[in-house]
């Protein structure tokens, strides 16, 4: 089946860690995103690329970091700069600008 | 600032009712439109997709589009309870490949 995996589901940050969080996909999709959803809150961008080994930065994206090595890959980094990093963080991609973004299922990350 | 607005809600009908979500925007060289449905703790999930001015039909969904007046409605027809969950409207920023999502609407459907 194809789609979006992401893992952990559940992350934890100690003080001063960085984390990552992985996102594969199987879709053959061109651009992969990264959103934080705040509750009762809408999604916010983090950073997109449009290709491999390429990306921007999206709205919030002071705290993390991203690569895109690889088609299927867009790992988010979350620094120990993000201060208030606990959030649902979302992975999405999409064949191209019009097309509609298919979603993962989600981190949840949550400070200790 | 390209922006997306939604009523947050909640937004409550009757089982068997017609719930009328509405979203508008800013970005006038907008071209695509997305309505997506999240049930609390999930992630968001396609509902319709619409890209002419008009209306758009799948099942008991019914997207409608005005570019003039920059608005993009969701009417769900015989809401069930199960269709309680967070609306979200998302339009590609002209130009771009950045989707800007709302807030969404909270849609309650009492049994």
């Known amino acids: 089946d194809g789609g979006i995996t992401q893992s952990p589901k559940y992350l934890f940050r100690k003080e001063g860690q960085n984390v990552t969080l992985s996102c594969e996909q199987n879709l053959n999709h061109d651009a992969m995103y990264w959103y934080r959803q705040d509750p009762g809150q809408g999604l916010r961008l983090i950073y997109y690329?449009?290709?491999?080994?390429?990306?921007q930065k999206g709205d919030i994206a002071e705290g993390y970091s991203v690569s895109r090595e690889k088609k299927e890959s867009f790992p988010l980094t979350v620094t120990s700069a993000q201060k208030n990093p606990t959030a649902f963080y979302l992975c999405a991609s999409s064949p191209g600008p019009h097309q509609p973004q298919h979603f993962g299922d989600g981190t949840r990350l949550s400070i200790l | 600032q390209k922006e997306v607005e939604q009523n947050s809600g909640p937004l409550s009908v009757p089982e068997g009712a017609i719930a009328s979500l509405n979203c508008t925007y800013s970005?006038?060289?907008?071209?695509?439109f997305f309505w997506y449905r999240q049930y609390s703790g999930k992630s968001p999930e396609l509902i319709m997709s619409?890209?002419?001015?008009g209306d758009k039909e799948d099942g008991r969904f019914t997207a409608q589009l005005n570019k003039a007046s920059q608005y993009v409605s969701l009417l769900i027809r015989d809401s069930q309870p199960s269709d309680s969950a967070t609306y979200l409207c998302a339009v590609v920023a002209s130009g771009t490949y950045k989707y800007i999502f709302g807030t969404g609407t909270r849609l309650k459907v009492l049994a």
């Open positions: 970005d006038r060289g907008s071209q695509s």
């Open positions: 619409i890209y002419s001015n």
């Open positions: 690329s449009q290709i491999v080994n390429d990306f």
